[in-house]
């Protein structure tokens, strides 16, 4: 409650892009759009907007299938592409129109390249992906292993599209990309996890179209992406095309606002409206109703909002209108009804429709707590990373379906985004299925959060980026509750600036980051201990608390998950939290193949030995590891020896050399460092224990020490 009602008017504004249209970097200069650029982020990338589709018909939009609608075409499919290890071998002329790819593979689009046999996926929390083997200082990205997808494709434009405009959609490439169409260098973008959309109309011809896609898996923006997950990269949503009226409903918000009973309500509608032509448009009407979930309207007459140019370019039109007692959206009861928006000209005519669901509903923070329609949530989540074990980053909507019926069937009622924007149909399930949703923006700088973002300009304008893109994309699904400003990403005056723009673009939804909670409207921490959690709880503290993460779900652990909440039901500001994470993540991958070989002690130990049978310095050895039984014979809280070969070489990446449980009881190779009779290593922490490995190529003794439960 509080908010003011929209004023029953025409409101006429210029729309000018926040995040500026730079062009592209110089020819000949080093630093290229996708290293050592942080503050080019995007080159002649259109404006972000809510998820929509133009159709020719009311009955189509309110069917709501972009798929139906004549304006769609799917890119989806196989492409031509071509796999380069790093950006100096890549074909750099693979955009002309004549360039001969008849050699080149095929790959299926959408995927991660990962899963069709390039490359490799990379598992990594903390530590950035290319750490050991390169170490770039933020924003350099790395050059030496940086592997290039080259993609072609050819389409055609439908005749139906004549004198339209023409646009291309990309819903998710990582991480950065450059565009070309029939050979002209169109655009760029990074950001992996947000629409990537251009204007092709310019570039297209009649008959066959060329387009060349240049994915980089690392850029600078990588810097900005360091979640706990399987890295992977490539074109991992759809492609698709879709055209335009030269006057075109460009965007649109919905917001419904609740009497102090909870019972009638507001519909408050404001359209952005496009003209795409280089001639004065004629004033254009537009028609907003709004239809129950039989297909029935709801108003008697539609609401009508007129379009008058008076030369801009852009303008947008609001309409408030009063709905008598609607049925009300909650996760419990999710109600939908679907609005339909029609462009029309001076003459009357039909121009386009498009149409969104709208969920009745109050979201406020009230007496220190949050509320839907009047009545406290209690928050019972679960972090959901997007990952199948055979297409990777690319999901299918039975995928979706499967998880969100688990999810209600096993009482979750809320899911957090982490940590990224998840595919426009997920939001759109959820909205169908009830769930609140707290949608992440893709900001995660985990291994030098101490320096990026933090209050470092350069970074500053690509951090909004991501929040926008996401904001104005998902400002329409009632299922969002909460933007999240990022994940572990540190402190800094770059997230007050993005605090800021939201509370500005939409005050409906409140603010959280649980990494500076000095910009945000809810408490959030993560894996607190009960007691903690209690004490914020007795302190009467008005800011609710939520854990954005508790419960850590992998292998033998919530056992003590019901401490947590018979505290979260105690006290009015606890509201619950979000347990990682929702499934584990993995891959389905060829195992090693396995050997068995005794040991040459008295034990007569039998291990097995994982890996590949490669060429060695005298004749072939296993390249891979082995395990051994559990035995009294292993018992390693006494003094050892391990006869070992030694390769005398530095290893330039984290790999264990004796690793026993937990990585952070392993004693490492990487910091030994070899003197003439002996080698100390010093990891872990006190008290230590010695182990001594005695080489019998060089007769050197190596010397490590461990934990004391190692």
Known sequence: MGRKSLLIALLFVLVVSTFGMPGFAQEGNDDVEWNNNPEIFQVNREPAHATLMPYDTVERALEGKRENSPFYQSLNGEWKFHWSENPASRPVDFYETDY??????????????QLEGYDYPIYTNITYPWTGYENPSPPQAPTVYNPVGSYRQTFTVPKNWDGRQVFISFQGVE??????????????????????????????????????????????????????????????????LYSTPKVHMRDFTVRTDLDEAYEDATL?????????????????????????????????????????????????????????????????????????????????ELIETVSTRVGFREFELEDGQMKINGKP?????????????????????????????????????????????????????????????????????????????ASDPRWR??????????????????????????????????????????????????????????????????????????????SGNTKPLILCEYAHAMGNSIGNLYKYWEVFEEYPNLQGGFIWDWVDQ??????????ETPDESASNLTGELFGDIVDGVNGNGIQGYVTLPHAPELD??????????????????????????????????????????????????????KLRTTGTATGTTWQAYLTAVF
């Not at 001969?100 to 689009?109: N, P």
């Not at 896609?213 to 990269?233: A, H, K, M, N, P």
């Not at 993995?586 to 050997?595: C, E, G, I, S, V």
């Open 636 to 689: 390693l809280t006494d003094a050892f020896t391990l006869e070992a070969w030694v390769k005398p070489e530095p290893t330039r990446t984290h790999s264990p050399f004796v690793t026993k449980g937990i990585p952070s009881l392993r004693s490492n190779k990487t910091p030994m460092a070899k003197s003439s009779s002996s080698c100390t290593a010093i990891s872990g922490s006190s008290p230590k224990r």
């Open 377 to 453: 949530i209690m928050f019972k989540g679960f972090n959901r990373h997007e990952i199948d074990p055979d297409t990777g980053r690319t999901l299918s909507e039975e995928r979706m379906i499967e998880d969100i019926k688990l999810m209600k069937q096993f009482n979750v009622n809320a899911v957090r985004t982490s940590h990224y924007p998840n595919d426009p149909r997920w939001y759109e399930l959820a909205d169908e299925y009830g769930l609140y949703v707290i949608d992440e923006t893709n900001l995660e700088t985990h291994g030098v959060r101490d320096r990026v973002p």
């Open 100 to 113: 001969d790819d008849s050699s080149w593979d095929t790959i299926t689009v959408p995927s991660s390249w």
């Open 268 to 348: 408050q509608v404001s359209v952005d409206v496009r003209n795409y032509s280089q001639n004065q448009a004629d004033a254009h009407t537009v028609e907003a109703m709004l239809y129950d979930a039989k297909k029935h309207p709801v108003f008697e007459e539609p609401m009508v909002m007129d379009a008058t140019f008076d030369g801009e370019q852009e303008v947008s039109v609001e309409l408030d209108q009063f709905v008598e007692n609607p049925l009300k959206w909650s996760a419990e009861n999710p109600n939908l009804y679907t609005l339909v928006l029609s462009l029309k000209d001076t003459s009357g």
């Open 461 to 538: 304008e690509a951090s909004l980026d991501r929040l926008k893109s996401m904001v104005e994309r998902d400002k329409n699904h009632p299922s969002v509750l909460i933007w999240s400003l990022g994940n572990e990403a540190g402190a800094g005056d770059t997230f007050k600036h993005m605090a800021e723009w939201v509370k500005e673009a939409d005050p409906t939804r409140l603010i959280h980051y649980e990494g500076d909670n000095r910009w945000t409207d809810v408490q959030s921490h993560m894996y607190s201990s009960v007691s903690f959690v209690e004490d914020y709880g007795k």
């Open 175 to 240: 991480s950065a990309f450059y565009l070309w169409v029939n050979g002209e260098k169109v655009g760029y973008s990074e950001d992996s996890f947000t629409p990537a959309e251009f204007d092709i109309t310019e570039y297209v011809q009649e008959g066959d179209n060329t387009l060349a896609v240049e994915v980089y898996r690392w850029s600078d923006g990588s810097w900005l992406e360091d979640q706990d997950f399987i890295r992977l990269s490539g074109i991992f949503r759809d492609v698709y």
């Open 586 to 595: 993995a891959l389905r991958w060829p195992t090693p193949k396995k050997y």
